[in-house]
């Protein structure tokens, strides 16, 4: 998938997000905003694929379902507000089978989503992806 499909593919999503009652009730709060800020985007991506890896990722999660605080982190309230939380929002809103681990591409998926909707909440332009080493 190209960079131009990813982003349209992410965009579509938030649509779709909006029009869950439960979803679009999530928005960054000043803590929040200012936690980015202070932090930097390059901080932010690494937390959000360290999370990923580790609460996500596995085949297995034995507490899938409420590994994902709903605050303390602005990435855990992007889990939320995105349905990237557990598996099982994973299989309903994005289509990615329980049961197995999540390919390299899928956590970049997964990512990207966290991401796009930070950047959407905090006004910020999405970026390209650059290859990573």
């Given amino acids: 998938m190209t960079d131009a499909e990813h982003q349209a593919a992410y965009a ?9 009652r439960f979803r679009s009730r999530f928005h960054l709060g000043l803590e929040d905003r200012q936690y ?7 901080t932010i991506r690494r937390h ?9 990722a596995p085949a297995h999660i034995p507490n899938d379902g ?3 605080p709903m605050r303390g982190h602005p990435v855990f309230l992007a889990q939320h507000a995105t349905a990237c939380c557990c598996r ?3 299989s309903k809103w994005h289509h990615i089978a329980q049961g197995t681990a999540l390919t390299a591409e899928q956590q ?10 930070l950047r959407h909440e905090m006004g910020v332009p999405p970026v390209t992806r650059t290859p990573r080493p």
Avoid: P
Avoid at 36 to 42: R, V
Avoid at 108 to 117: C, F
């Fill in 66 to 68: 409420k590994q994902t």
């Fill in 36 to 42: 980015i800020c202070d932090k930097g985007w390059d």
């Fill in 108 to 117: 970049e998926y997964v990512v990207g989503m966290l991401l796009y909707w």
């Fill in 12 to 20: 579509r999503m938030l649509v779709l997000l909006s029009r869950s």
């Fill in 88 to 90: 099982g929002c994973l």
């Fill in 48 to 56: 959000a694929e360290d999370f990923v890896a580790k609460r996500l």
